[in-house]
């Protein structure tokens, strides 16, 4: 019989540098926080869960009731543990400070509390994305400048995956190990350990709807794609509209996914702080390639905690190819 590793004691055999501090009990927080969404997504159906709830978040997204149900739970569960200095959620416009009845701890906890809520209501796969980094000064409760760190400073990054199954993928910078939620006794079982990039890529990922309206350096990059010049790779189109499901088929299958900037969207749809740079964390943990079309998405050092960024991340080979034709057209 395989042996049965929980998140809890594979975290602890694995980091052992990490086993006994903060960084390990905030995971186990994220651990719980998941499998309580995960109860909620899993019924949203039949419990009131379903649809907005009337008001708009700071992107100026209607928010549905499972977007502020798993903001809400995040910061319960993490804002009175002294582990963290400040929060960031996509589902609040400023910076989450850790209230003065609390003890303040040395980590930053950035997240996307549910990607792909237009999913929500027709049952397609959703997630969680979250990233952590160090608080820059420790002596001082959280500030923006904590939030505003460029990716290459996480310590720690994952998502929750709630699917067919309820999985959690993370790296802390030693190699991205996935996890799966066993509802009958309500734990994370190790299930995919080691998780690498395969080759060549079986996947692209992007809203062709929207092809008119990128640059013609990113149509040929599609183009290309989709098998139009001798030297195009063989790969099927896989488009679920929620990063993380996305995401993880292409990590476990090769792939890229992209969501290019726009004419009238120069900065692209997706979010740097809590959904771009925690990816691109992972898929460099895991062998591939992440940027905005021209440069490393984790050497950008946001100016806004809601910053968009035109994503492109996935297999090395492919991210590195798009960023040609877009240097190719920039040349022109
Ligand atoms: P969120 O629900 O957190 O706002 O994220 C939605 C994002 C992302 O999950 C997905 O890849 C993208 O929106 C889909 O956008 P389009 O519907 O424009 O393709
Ligand atoms: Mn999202
Ligand atoms: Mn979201």
Redesign the pocket.
């Known amino acids: 019989m395989s042996t049965v590793t929980t998140i809890e004691r594979f975290i602890l055999e694995h980091q052992p540098d990490f086993a006994r501090g903060e960084l390990t009990q905030l995971l186990y927080d994220i651990a719980l926080a998941a499998k309580i969404i995960a109860h909620k997504t899993n019924r949203a159906g039949l419990v009131d869960i379903l649809g907005e709830i009337g008001a708009t978040n700071v992107?100026g997204?209607k928010q549905q009731k499972l977007?502020v149900y798993a903001h809400d739970i995040m910061v319960q569960l993490c804002e009175h543990t002294g582990r963290l200095c400040v929060m960031l959620s996509?589902e609040q416009e400023e910076i989450i400070p850790i209230p003065a009845r609390y003890e303040k701890g040395s980590y930053v906890l950035v997240f996307?509390p549910?990607?792909?809520?237009?999913n929500i209501d027709v049952n397609v796969s959703?997630?969680t994305i979250f990233g952590i980094y160090r608080c820059l000064e420790d002596e001082r409760r959280g500030r923006l400048e904590d939030v505003l760190q460029p990716g290459r400073n996480l310590v720690a990054a994952g998502y929750v995956l709630y699917g067919a199954s309820t999985m959690l993928v993370y790296s802390t910078g030693q190699g991205v190990h996935g996890f799966t939620l066993n509802p009958e006794y309500g734990e994370f079982l190790l299930s995919h350990p080691n998780l690498r990039l395969p080759k060549p890529p079986a996947y692209y990922s992007v809203?062709a709807a929207?092809y008119s309206r990128w640059s013609p350096g990113v149509q040929r990059f599609l183009d290309w794609l989709e098998g139009k010049e001798d030297d195009s790779p063989s790969v099927s189109a896989r488009?679920i509209?929620?990063?993380?499901a996305?995401f993880h088929r292409n990590l476990l299958r090769g792939g890229i996914?992209c969501?290019p900037a726009e004419q009238k969207r120069k900065d692209g749809?997706?979010r740097l702080v809590y959904?771009a740079a925690p990816l691109a964390f992972l898929i460099e943990q895991a062998g591939g390639y992440a940027s905005d079309g021209r440069r490393p998405i984790l050497d950008i050092t946001p100016t806004h905690p809601h910053q968009r960024v035109a994503l492109y991340l996935g297999n090395r080979s492919l991210v590195e190819r798009v960023e040609a034709f877009i240097r190719q057209e920039d040349e022109q």
Request: charged residues 30%.
């Open positions: 992107q997204e977007d996509e996307d549910l990607d792909g809520s237009s959703i997630g809203n929207y488009y509209g929620s990063l993380v996305d996914f969501y749809k997706l959904e």
